[in-house]
């Protein structure tokens, strides 16, 4: 059912009804229950969804990426963090290049111009920290935009001008000052030095966010249920105009039967009468010439 989440944003529904009638008809109940769930993705979605489908690799590299930023953070290196967010920035644009070439790919008349780029950078951009959304982009199932706000993405910032001028401070100095002070302190260990963990979400906030997802995916089927009883009244109402139309046009023509028959009963009538007249004037002419 992944290859569901490729489908155009506007032919999903009918894609993924005509896959659970399938389903169903196949004797698999359960699974076709499961299908017609589905959520229909978001343009945006769709896109992450393209590229993860049509790309693999690319979403491979995104998450190897995502590896080594966690890795310099952990270990606090400021210039390998520079140059791996050099990279992020790079790659977040060229994926999201990939992504509009693959959707002009499927559907040409889209113009890369009214695509959401932003919403997928920023996904793809979620993936680098939140594993949840890293495997839902590799699964290609994504169905909405994704932002991150957490502790993982955010970069610590590095004091430049402290590095410089660490870079510029004469080595002598330097090594009489470390012979002038105490034995320096064991160099921290990874776990002291392991960026803190995102807060916890209290489980009343976590039960209120699931019940609004849960109304939301209401919303969304039920919306999606009237845009599909609208179509299937305006097909209906379009054949009642149709055959409106037709009925019309046997109106219209007979009455313009009608019409010819009446003006030839007319014609036939006025003939009718002048060859009466002409027959009494005949017949008088006889009787008078005869008496």
Do not use: C
């Amino acid at each position: 059912m992944r290859e569901l989440y490729t489908a155009l944003p506007e032919e999903f529904v009918a894609a993924r009804d005509a896959a659970a009638a399938a389903a169903k008809a196949a004797g698999h109940g359960p699974q076709a229950t499961a299908i017609k769930r589905l959520r229909r993705p978001t343009v945006a979605a769709w896109l992450v969804n393209l590229l993860a489908h049509r790309a693999p690799e690319r979403i491979t590299e995104l998450a190897e990426l995502g590896t080594e930023l966690r890795e310099a953070q952990r270990r606090l290196r400021g210039d390998e963090l520079r140059a791996l967010t050099v990279r992020r920035r790079e790659l977040l644009s060229a994926l999201a290049d990939d992504a509009e070439q693959l959707a002009v790919k499927a559907q040409p008349s889209l113009s890369p111009a009214r695509l959401p780029r932003a919403e997928v950078e920023e996904t793809l951009a979620a993936a680098l920290a939140d594993e949840d959304v890293a495997a839902q982009i590799r699964a290609g199932t994504v169905v909405k935009a994704v932002s991150y706000t957490g502790f993982g993405t955010a970069l610590p910032p590095v004091d430049e001008s402290a590095e410089a001028e660490a870079r510029r401070a004469p080595t002598p100095r330097v090594e009489r000052r470390l012979r002038a002070v105490p034995a320096p302190e064991p160099a921290p260990t990874d776990e002291e030095v392991r960026v803190p963990e995102p807060p916890r979400v209290p489980a009343g906030l976590r039960r209120a966010l699931d019940a609004a997802e849960e109304a939301e995916g209401r919303a969304r089927a039920e919306l999606d249920a009237a845009r599909e009883a609208e179509q299937a009244a305006g097909a209906e109402l379009a054949e009642v105009r149709a055959a409106m139309s037709a009925l019309e046009e046997r109106r219209d023509r007979a009455q313009q039967e009608a019409n010819r028959r009446r003006a030839a009963r007319t014609a036939a009538e006025r003939a009718l009468a002048a060859a009466v007249r002409r027959t009494a004037r005949e017949q008088a002419a006889i009787d008078a010439h005869g008496g």
